[in-house]
């Protein structure tokens, strides 16, 4: 690409890549490589410097040079001068015309490609979510809801950039175009720093690649502005004036895409695989060949291939394999765990590392001790190991530390024919190994044991962002889920204001160390540390536990449901049915004293609208913060807020309308502000019931979003602060209750919040924090449970909710909630993301759940970034809930008065029909499968997975669901639409309103008007159909 023009520079622009050299002459340029566009170099010397950086040439001016021909001309003619010269002339301006319409063309080339590429770096930001790759080595593309290491967009993006840097260095070709040349080339070469800066060792982790991208976008976004097209022929040309102005704007726009591009990319919270396991560890078998027999499985140590298998039943069906000649059990001999609670909001940030680790495992002995229990030993070899320095975090080195060989065993035991328990531990004590301290040798234990890449991951716990884990790290650590998740511009604002507090689709409440897989094996942690599944090996699934041994179980049945039923009956235990009385209507969540609820509920009562019971979690009263209006954490009435209390609670329970509170394991120090003398805070201190400081003494104390709202936590592991709390907080002051409470004019039920920031570094009456951070919300679940089993009356009727949760929650807790999602459609933290939760719950045995109707977190800054609920929202969410949930519930929200709310005109009809249809399937539906959830673990409402595990496109179909087995429910996840594609299982499946019948195995386009949802039913639920109908009419 070149041109030149009479009277200025001289440039020749050179299509293709050099690593250095000059072409001193026209022709030189035009032979170098051979190409020239046009041959525009017609005078002159030109020189083109090439430069590499990431690949990309920039061209430089060369200044004008005469000819260096001593030979005079041969003199012509005046007539054949002019003739000659107006024909020169004419060329001149044909080639000049030429070269300036084909510089223009080229300019709007490269600036489009710039502009694309600058593009695609922002839209690696927003696309992180949607498709991604399996790994940067094969580029293998997987569904949009597997979790991966890295943003396809990310690598379109960088791909882009080398096509457009190579067209844009011809562009810097004036004065104008250096500065921008230089900056862009400045920004490519600091995104390959910066990569090298947060990834070393070259692993190509996330971070490295956005950061990378980042910088990349921006430089696209400057080449971009340059290569607008902008010639003098238009500066001096009046008519065109306003192409110039154009092209500026189209400059700043490109170059905001490119600014937005770097801030999105690097202030994302993205996935993190801690410190997972780089490089595999060799297992050599010094034993023969066997099988043993452990009941109902096998195992089968194969020397030659270096394996060891564990199978069984009769057909063999593998439960758990190490890949040939690699280590099952891996040990760390030094590591670091902190996960500092940056803003104390409940969000961590994970600072893991592990060095020092066994480079090969061997089997030695193979001992059975009885017919159910075999014991494999050996050792784990550490090569010569740098020791470290001591400081975290840092890489200096002191000495060289001997090899080692620590002796472990791997133990199992069968306990059924579905159920086997396993444990690896180190058996040598440190002081053994080296002579230094007591305790394990190990600060790291690792599992790691054959996948395939077709095997679909379900389980962990409550996730919120997706189903199917295959690709990705999931911790489990319990924590808040943040705020926006994902997704942007709103997650980009929250962190900006917040460090962290987006969170991200690792992050979640209720995480679980379970999961099943559609190989219909499964696997879970006995164990509460701090615990990672690195599922990002499309053949292997490694397990880190943050501690010196792991201990779990394996489960192999015949289908997912019998999985749950095993692991639901061996470790999580089961939810039990919920009072009848949750199925009289809606619960509707209401804040702001005695007389808005008595409005609300005449308003509501107009529109016969059924009602169970009100949620009132402000009976505490309320006081200002820096973060706007908060809840008394006192847990005392507020006579203030509430006056009438006790009538209030009588008149609802003659409608037989009920009252739900609030309550959480803190204590804030109100100073009596609440009303009360004596706080509940002191009567802790007295009776040393709270958490203390890493120094043993001194209370710890938080703060819970600004550092003007402080508290304490009741230290659960402590039995007697468990009954202290129960009897003095949640009977004596929420319950009211007493030895002969027999009626119902009280609180009947309560949310019990948080639980998921325990600090690791706090001191307990019993147990290691960092041990105890993902037990504490079990405790919180056990202390509840304990309340309400106080009396039969309570035992019978009361019904507390749950956000926070661990492995064994769901055989405490009574039912689980969903948490706080944002006011939109959206999958990362709006109404998709509730469904995930409820549907990767039934996985993890938390069969009963539900979410907000219309969700929790609003914005509104200034009037101009604003999130609120709409009326669409808040009937789509009714529409999915009714289903989806085990009761019908509703929250104002954190800006109730901008926002759509159950007693507004436009949205009062429906959510009558909908509080009527939640009765009506609740006698139908949902308190028979509640009934099999009790006995068996199933959930109510299913992914559909779950019956059809069989089906490769049902596996897949994350965002409908089945109430049961035979209703089919496909909600709608955005606005303004009143159909969606539904994927149709096998079954004789017939659309509840329209009366269709679409074919099995099909993607059947559903109408779903507002008021109608997508709702199919098998025939066996045709009572069901005809019911809704009736209600929905």
């Given at each position: ?168 260095a011809g562009l810097i070709a004036s004065h104008a175009f250096k500065l921008a040349g230089t900056i862009s080339t400045t920004g490519l070469c600091a995104g390959v720093l910066a990569s090298i800066a947060v990834d070393p060792d070259f692993t190509l982790s996330l971070d490295a690649i956005r950061m990378s991208t980042a910088c990349m976008g921006l430089s696209c976004a400057l080449l971009a502005a340059a290569a607008a097209p902008q010639s003098k022929r ?800």
């Amino acid at each position: 690409m070149g041109a030149a023009r009479a009277g200025g520079p001289h440039y020749t622009v050179c299509l293709g890549m050099a690593w250095h050299g000059t072409a001193r002459h026209a022709a030189g340029c035009e032979a170098w490589h051979g190409m020239a566009w046009h041959g525009m170099a017609r005078h002159g010397v030109a020189r083109c410097d090439a430069m590499r950086c990431l690949g990309t040439v920039v061209l430089r001016e060369s200044p004008k040079t005469k000819s260096t021909k001593s030979e005079t001309p041969p003199v012509k003619d005046d007539e054949e001068k002019e003739g000659e010269g107006a024909a020169e002339g004419e060329d001149a301006v044909a080639a000049a015309e030429q070269s300036s319409g084909s510089m223009a063309s080229l300019r709007s080339l490269a600036a489009a490609a710039c502009a694309a590429s600058a593009a695609l770096c922002f839209g690696g930001g927003l696309l992180d979510h949607i498709f991604v790759l399996h790994t940067m080595v094969g580029l293998t593309v997987y569904p949009h809801e597997a979790i991966e290491m890295v943003s396809i967009s990310s690598v379109l993006a960088v791909t882009m950039l080398f096509v457009s840097a190579v067209l844009s260095a011809g562009l810097i070709a004036s004065h104008a175009f250096k500065l921008a040349g230089t900056i862009s080339t400045t920004g490519l070469c600091a995104g390959v720093l910066a990569s090298i800066a947060v990834d070393p060792d070259f692993t190509l982790s996330l971070d490295a690649i956005r950061m990378s991208t980042a910088c990349m976008g921006l430089s696209c976004a400057l080449l971009a502005a340059a290569a607008a097209p902008q010639s003098k022929r238009a500066d001096r040309n009046e008519d065109q004036g306003g192409n110039r102005d154009a092209s500026h704007n189209y400059a700043a726009v490109v170059l905001a895409i490119g600014i937005l591009a770097f801030v999105f990319q690097t202030s994302a919270s993205d996935a993190q695989c801690f410190a997972q396991l780089q490089t595999p560890s060799d297992l050599e078998i010094r034993v023969e060949s066997t099988t043993l027999e452990l009941g109902a499985f096998q195992l089968q140590v194969d020397a030659a291939r270096g394996t060891l298998e564990l199978t069984a039943g009769p057909a063999r069906r593998s439960v758990f394999a190490n890949l040939p000649s690699e280590a099952f059990f891996v040990g760390a001999r030094q590591g670091s765990f902190a996960a500092p609670n940056d803003e104390e909001m409940g969000l961590y940030a994970f600072q893991d590392l592990a060095h020092d680790l066994s480079v090969r495992q061997t089997i030695d002995a193979i001992e059975r001790s009885t017919d159910l229990t075999v014991s494999v030993r050996g050792v784990l070899v550490f090569a010569h190991s740098q020791q470290s320095n001591g400081d975290k975090g840092t890489k200096g080195r002191v000495g060289v530390a001997a090899s080692a060989e620590i002796p472990y065993e791997f133990r199992l035991e069968a306990s059924g024919s579905d159920h086997i328990s396993f444990s690896a531990q180190a058996l040598a004590s440190e002081s053994e190994v080296n002579g230094s301290a007591h305790g394990s040798p190990l600060r790291r234990a690792y599992i790691r044991h054959q996948s395939s890449a077709a095997e679909s991951v379900y389980g962990f716990g409550i996730q919120y962002s997706y189903m199917d884990m295959k690709g990705g790290c999931v911790p489990i650590f319990t924590q808040e889920q943040g705020i926006g998740r994902g997704l942007q511009p709103i997650s980009y604002l929250v962190n900006f204001f917040v460090k962290r507090a987006a969170g991200s689709w690792q992050t979640s409440y209720a995480p679980a160390p379970f999961y099943l897989t559609s190989a219909m094996r499964s696997m879970y942690l006995s164990t509460t540390d701090f615990a990672l599944f690195d599922l990002t090996r499309p053949d292997a699934i490694t397990v880190e536990v943050n501690a010196s041994s792991v201990k779990g179980a394996f489960v192999v049945r015949s289908s997912p449901l019998k999985i749950i039923e095993t692991y639901t009956r061996e470790h999580a235990g089961r939810m039990r049915p919920l009072p009848d009385w949750v199925g009289n209507g809606a619960i509707l969540g209401l804040q702001g004293g005695t007389e808005k609820v008595r409005n609300h509920v005449a308003t509501l009562k107009a529109a016969h609208v059924p009602l169970a019971a009100l949620w009132l979690q402000d009976w505490t009263g309320k006081r200002e913060t820096d973060f706007g209006r908060r809840l008394q954490w006192n847990w005392e009435v507020s006579h203030a807020h509430y006056p009438g209390w006790d009538l209030l609670l009588r008149e609802l329970a003659d409608d037989k309308i009920y009252v739900l509170s609030y309550i959480n394991a803190y204590l804030a120090n109100t100073g009596g502000a609440s009303n009360e003398s004596v706080t509940l805070y002191q009567e802790a201190l007295a009776e040393n019931c709270l958490i203390k400081n890493a120094d043993g003494h001194s209370v710890q104390i938080q703060a819970s979003a600004t550092p003007d709202f402080t508290f304490a936590t009741i230290d659960l592991t402590n039995p007697r602060c468990q009954d202290w709390y129960v009897d003095q907080v949640i009977l004596k002051r929420m319950f009211r209750a007493s030895d002969s409470f027999n009626n119902v004019h009280g609180v009947l039920g309560f949310m019990a919040d948080f639980a998921e920031s325990l600090p690791l570094d706090a001191t307990l009456h019993s147990g290691d924090a960092s041990s105890m951070h993902n037990e504490f919300p079990v405790l919180w679940a056990k202390t509840c449970r304990k309340a309400i089993e106080a009396n039969e009356f309570l035992a019978e009727n009361a019904v507390f909710f749950m956000r926070a949760a661990g492995g064994r929650s769901p055989g405490a807790s009574t039912l689980m909630w969903m948490g706080d999602q944002m006011t939109t459609f959206d999958h990362h933290d709006g109404m998709r993301s509730a469904l995930t939760g409820v549907l990767s719950a039934g996985f993890s045995g938390f069969s009963l759940s539900h979410s907000d109707i219309g969700g929790y977190t609003m914005f509104d800054r200034f009037g101009v970034i604003r999130v609120k609920r709409s009326p669409e929202l808040f009937m789509r969410w009714a529409e999915m809930n009714v289903f989806s949930d085990a009761i019908f519930r509703t929250h104002e929200g954190v800006l109730p008065d901008i926002s759509a709310q159950a007693v507004d005109p436009e949205v009062i009809d429906h959510f009558a029909r909908f509080a009527r249809l939640h009765r009506e399937l609740f006698a139908l539906v949902k308190k028979p499968l509640m009934q099999l959830a009790y006995r068996t673990g199933a959930p109510l409402a299913r992914h559909l997975f779950l019956e059809f595990p069989h089906d490769p496109r049902a596996r897949k179909a994350h965002d409908q669901f089945l109430l049961g087995s035979n209703l089919l429910v496909c909600p709608v996840f955005s606005a303004n639409k009143f159909s969606r594609p539904c994927y149709i299982p096998e079954g004789n499946w017939t659309h509840v309103f329209t009366g269709e019948n679409p074919a099995p195995h099909s993607t059947f386009e559903c109408a779903a008007p507002l008021g109608k949802p997508c709702v199919l039913h098998l025939p066996e639920a045709a009572h069901v159909a005809k019911t809704i109908r009736e209600v929905l009419a």
